[in-house]
């Protein structure tokens, strides 16, 4: 089922919350023109769409099997290509979902939802396996593809050291002065570019999300019509970079893409894979689960989940391809040991202004998020105290007392839970 996005939901950009100001009410203004312009291109424009039959979803958490991971695998080896994109949890702001989508030599594909949050224990075989698929997509003479760059986010997500930065290209910005909404000096966002070449709609109003939640159907305690909603937008974010991965880098003008059929787009050419750099035999047995009487994984795989990304200079576009390398990246230990000192020095200052307010021990934190951004409250951080407790950290003591009287006493009491 396509999503749609109520009309009583929009914002209405000349009431901004009285509490904003600054960049705040300017980012206000910014995402309420994304979704009233996101709600335009929805009544215009017929939804972006790919049958089912095209592909497959694969939600890699703490539940799923090792006969699947190996199934994913299989399919995997015979690809060269991918697409990928990520998520970050609305409230967190940290990174939760990784969408990889195969581009296969012929359909079905595989799009696999890496839920980050939801991994297997690290001590577990399970973990492993995940590990070493992982490794398998990211492996020397595979290429990515993302719409923006790729490389900033890894060296901005992945710890790494100095040494392991990779070099790469500083990509020109695509100019054109004939189409009316994009500038000279402005990347084309992924929704304008399938609006202009295909006349269709992609939607983006999910982009805000508890991404940290279980997606996986058979888990997952959000509503159905959230759920859907999500994995749509995670499905086809990543979808709609693979559909135009040829045109873009091959140049192809509208009519070529209008005649081309989705088995053409969304698959590798026998000719193009001939000339990728095949993976040798030596290098698959390194770092894939091996097919015997059970899957064997050796400790030693653990000690590297990606390598170095190196960027290849590309044309004039905004989708942007990366070779990955081999390269150490920094060891366990002294990742823990900087993550340590850096979470000590972030938390000295995270409860500095707070409001406690008491809370029957079934509240969610996510129910809790939830209320709070129903009453305007921007936290920085809540903790539930002995179950009975609930600490809301603030960012400033203005905010503090203003949202002391905004919140009311009983907020969180047995009484409302039901009652919500």
């Known amino acids: 089922m396509l999503p749609t996005v109520p009309s009583t939901r929009l914002r209405d950009p000349t009431k901004p919350p009285p509490n904003l100001s600054g960049s705040s009410l300017n980012n206000w203004f910014k995402n309420t023109y994304k979704q009233l312009q996101n709600y335009d291109y929805q009544l215009k424009y017929p939804p972006f769409y790919v049958p089912d039959v095209c592909y497959q979803v694969f939600h890699i958490q703490r539940f799923i099997t090792l006969e699947k ?28 979902l990784i969408q990889i989508h195969t581009i296969p030599i012929e359909l079905p594909s595989m799009i696999i ?46 710890p790494h050291s100095e040494e392991c930065k990779s070099g790469h290209y500083e990509s020109q910005r695509y100019s054109c002065t004939c189409i009316p909404h994009f500038g000279t000096n402005e990347f084309w966002s992924l929704q304008n570019a399938i609006r202009y070449t295909c006349n269709q709609f992609l939607d983006k109003s999910q982009t805000k999300n508890p991404w940290e939640q279980l997606l996986d159907p ?54 193009i894979f001939d000339q990728l750099e095949d993976i040798s035999d030596d290098d698959i047995d390194d770092n894939e689960p091996q097919t015997n009487d059970e899957l064997i994984i050796n400790d030693s795989d ?36 900087r993550n340590k000192k850096r979470n000590l020095t972030r938390r000295a200052f995270r409860y500095k202004y707070v409001i406690r307010r008491s809370i029957y021990y079934k509240y969610s934190m996510y129910l809790i998020k939830t209320i709070l951004h129903k009453l305007n409250i921007h936290f920085t951080h809540i903790i539930k105290h002995d179950k009975t407790t609930l600490i809301i950290g603030i960012k400033s003591k203005e905010l503090r007392e203003q949202y002391d009287k905004n919140i009311p006493l009983n907020i969180f009491d047995r009484h409302h839970y039901y009652r919500n």
């Open 302 to 337: 653990s000690d590297v989940l990606f390598n170095r990304i190196t960027e290849l200079p590309s044309s004039s576009t905004q989708i942007f391809s990366t070779k990955v390398k081999s390269h150490a990246c920094r060891s366990c230990q002294s990742r823990t040991k």
């Open 113 to 158: 939802l890496i839920e980050l949050h939801h991994l297997p224990s690290t001590d577990t075989l399970l973990f492993k396996a995940i590990y070493a698929l992982v490794q398998l997509i990211f492996k020397s003479g595979n290429t990515l593809y993302s719409w923006g760059p790729l490389v900033p986010w890894i060296e901005r997500t992945l």
């Open 69 to 96: 991971i190996q199934l994913i695998v299989q399919h995997i080896k015979n690809c060269r290509l991918f697409s990928i994109d990520t998520e970050s949890d609305c409230f967190t702001r940290e990174l939760a």
């Open 218 to 271: 058979l888990y997952s305690t959000l509503p159905s019509s959230t759920l859907n909603n999500m994995i749509y937008y995670a499905i086809y974010d990543c979808l709609v970079v693979s559909y135009l991965h040829r045109p873009v880098l091959e140049s192809w003008n509208l009519d070529q893409l209008k005649q081309s059929t989705i088995d053409l787009l969304l698959t590798t050419p026998p000719s």
